[in-house]
């Protein structure tokens, strides 16, 4: 399910987000805080995929900017 959250600080500032799979365990934080946690026993393996978007109209007082830096993927 979606979820919305207030834990991002938006504008400039950059964002630390962790994505953990660890064992039936799927984890999510952003900014040091947790987001959500939960267990799925049916998943044995598979992709993970990253994706960003804003509820917010774009327009040139408001650019919509999303940039990813410094991607680490590492085995348990």
């Known amino acids: 399910e979606w979820k919305d959250t207030s834990l991002l600080n938006g504008g ?7 994505f ?3 064992g039936n365990k799927l984890r999510l934080e952003l900014n040091g805080s947790l987001v959500e946690e ?3 026993i049916d998943q044995k393996s598979g992709n ?3 994706f960003a978007y804003s509820n917010e109209t ?3 007082s408001n650019p919509i900017k999303i ?4 991607f680490v993927a590492t085995m348990p």
């Open 20 to 22: 953990s799979c660890k």
């Open 38 to 40: 939960i267990s799925d």
């Open 48 to 50: 993970a995929l990253f």
């Open 58 to 60: 774009a327009s040139v």
């Open 67 to 70: 940039s990813f830096d410094d």
């Open 12 to 18: 400039e500032v950059p964002e630390k987000m962790i």
